[in-house]
């Protein structure tokens, strides 16, 4: 047992394997280590990782486009 709430149990030995079975609640995340350190890896590059923006042209600014109406609309 770890806690009150977590059981760990031998499943199965076969030669130099053991299969073991985690019983353990659902907000319990359970991993082996070689996934939680694939894991803590990829997070850690995620965060220190710059974030590339597409860049995007709006065009004019308002004032740009209005001044731009008014000298159509004149003669």
């Known amino acids: 047992m770890i806690g009150d709430d ?3 149990s ?3 030995t076969r030669g130099d394997q053991v ?3 985690i019983d353990a609640p659902k907000s319990v995340k359970v991993f082996r ?3 939680f ?4 890896a990829e997070n850690r ?3 220190e990782s710059k974030p590339v923006l ?4 709006f065009g004019a600014p308002k004032q ?3 001044n731009e109406i008014t000298k159509v609309k004149q003669p």
């Open 54 to 57: 597409p860049v995007v042209d």
């Open 19 to 21: 299969r073991i079975g």
């Open 33 to 35: 280590q070689e996934v």
């Open 45 to 47: 590059a995620a965060a």
């Open 64 to 66: 740009e486009k209005a």
């Open 6 to 8: 977590i059981s760990i």
């Open 37 to 40: 350190d694939a894991i803590k």
């Open 10 to 12: 031998i499943i199965e």
